[in-house]
């Protein structure tokens, strides 16, 4: 087997000084994930300019039996693209590979390449007249190979679906150093098993995703955003069903934020203000968006609004007057990750249940998690049309932040006990990684792990595409 010194003098040859990052400062960026729960170590980093420099990267590893871990822009929520403590585990960067090969307005579709960023991939649509809809907060950061390995969700889930519904072919790195071109643009191909949706939330275990097809839509004519107050859980769910039977397709985005959530986004984040005259419980972000040009969204806006505010669901509403306030009322949102972040230590739960059971969710999760922690602050916001909470946790401010995280996997338990209890799933976009393979057995044991495992083996006999990820 090959020492790791001749292995890097092999890929110093292949792929030269832009190819390689052996140097501490320019390793530092990819050894610890954005929440800072991992931090591990790597003997290199490997950032290929093309497919098949990538691919004759993969194949020299392979020969050496060197673990590899992709990383696209390395804002994985699970630790999924930070290497172990090993120093063993070669990072291979993607953000090389950053063409939009191809946008084709008749067709609707954009090859992308994986190092391509959220934020470029949908300003290349836009400006082919086209809307590529996945939206998430870190999507200036966040890549296409990213979001598609760990089937990213996001704000408009409700409306488009995840990043699965959003491909329809892609282009992988098998383990083994060959290249499988699967870069159909095809809405119709019945032609065996659906071999490239086994790529999309694998986070990386099998393989590389080098480039993708992915659908696009008509652009957004027409806008309305409101930020309302609501009495409470419940009245959310309420005014999520009254935009939904009124008009399904006109709803972009529905998030739920709790008053804790926004009061640290006021507090922490330069430049947000609150869109209305007092704090609340409990708010709602609506987001409605037509490709029609004349859809009259302001009108069901305020048709929608009056009734729950005459039903007593809604107890005050900021509708956006301009593009500049919509911008505003997002930022409000957006930041949730941040200005958590800035309070103080968080625990994240990102679970779902069935829609019709947020509600509960968050009233039973937050009530278990006080009686377990006098003081904690509970911090459930986002996806609420797509049942997706953020039950998140704060420390309680007196707390010391190390002793809080100690208690992690009591709360994630405790979270989890009335997600399972109501039908729902303890990941729900952002995947496992490294912080839940240990859920696994519990929660999908039996045949389902069982065939993951076996697909694992038959793609990955070696074992070499990001170990310690996603199986036990
Ligand atoms: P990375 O973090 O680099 O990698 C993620 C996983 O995919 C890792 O397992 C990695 O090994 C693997 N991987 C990366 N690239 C490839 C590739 N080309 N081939 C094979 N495997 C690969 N997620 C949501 O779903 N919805 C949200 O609303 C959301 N909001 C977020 C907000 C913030 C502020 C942050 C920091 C994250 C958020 N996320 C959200 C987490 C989310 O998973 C990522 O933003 C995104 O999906 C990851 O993209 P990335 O390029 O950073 O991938
Ligand atoms: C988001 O929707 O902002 C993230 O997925 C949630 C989080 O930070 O927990
Ligand atoms: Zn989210």
Not at 88 to 104: G, H, K
Not at 304 to 310: F, K, W
Not at 399 to 407: E, G, I, K, S, V
Request: proline share 6%; glycine share 10%; aromatic share 4%.
């Amino acid at each position: 087997m090959t020492d790791t010194s001749t292995l890097l003098t092999q890929l110093s040859a292949l792929l030269g000084p832009r190819g390689l990052l052996t140097d501490a400062a320019s390793l530092e960026p990819h050894l610890a994930d954005w929440r800072a729960l991992y931090r591990g170590a790597t003997p290199c980093v490997v950032r290929p300019g093309s497919t098949a420099e990538l691919a004759a990267a993969v194949k020299l590893c392979a020969a050496a039996g060197v673990p590899l871990v992709p990383q696209g822009g390395n804002t994985s929520m699970v630790g999924g693209a930070t290497p172990d403590e090993s120093g063993r585990q070669v990072v291979v960067s993607l953000a090389r590979l950053n063409r939009v090969r191809d946008i084709d307005p008749m067709d609707m579709t954009m090859t992308c390449e994986a190092g391509v960023i959220l934020k470029a991939a949908q300003d290349a649509a836009a400006a082919a007249d086209c809307l590529f809809p996945l939206s998430l907060g870190a999507e200036g950061s966040a890549t296409i190979g990213g979001v598609l390995s760990t089937n990213a969700g996001g704000n408009t889930t409700v409306r488009y679906g995840n990043a699965r519904e959003l491909m329809l072919g892609l282009e992988v790195v098998l383990p083994d150093g060959q290249v499988w071109n699967g870069l159909r643009r095809l809405r119709k191909d019945n032609t065996g098993y659906a071999l490239r949706h086994l790529f999309v939330g694998a986070e990386g275990t099998l393989g590389f995703i080098t480039a993708a097809v992915l659908r696009l839509f008509p652009r957004a004519r027409e806008s309305a955003v409101a930020f309302c107050a609501v009495r409470d859980e419940d009245a959310a769910l309420a005014l999520f069903r009254r935009f939904r039977d009124r008009d399904e397709t006109a709803v972009r985005a529905f998030e739920y934020l709790s008053g804790e959530g926004v009061g640290f986004a006021l507090k922490h984040i330069e430049g947000c203000l609150n869109p209305l005259a007092g704090r609340h419980d409990h708010y709602v972000l609506v987001d409605l968006a037509s490709s029609r040009p004349e859809a009259g969204l302001r009108g069901l806006l305020e048709a929608v609004l009056e009734q729950a505010m005459d039903a007593g669901e809604v107890l005050d509403a900021a509708l956006a007057e301009s593009e500049a306030q919509k911008a505003a009322i997002w930022r409000i949102r957006e930041e949730h990750p941040e200005a958590q972040k800035r309070e103080g230590a968080s625990v994240k739960n990102d679970v779902s249940v069935p829609v019709s059971k947020v509600p509960e969710l968050i009233r039973r999760s937050s009530e278990a998690c006080r009686a377990l922690i006098p003081g904690v602050r509970p911090v459930p916001f986002g996806h609420l049309g797509d049942g997706n909470i953020h039950m998140n946790l704060e420390q309680p401010p007196d707390m010391d932040p190390a002793a809080f995280l100690a208690r992690s996997h009591d709360i994630m338990d405790t979270v989890n006990a009335v997600v399972r209890d109501l039908g729902g799933s303890f990941s729900a976009e952002h995947g496992i990684g490294r912080l839940k393979t240990d859920m696994m057995e519990d929660w999908r044991g039996g045949p389902e792990l069982a065939l993951m495992q076996a697909i694992k083996a038959a793609v990955d006999p070696a074992g070499l595409m990001n170990p310690g990820k996603v199986l036990p």
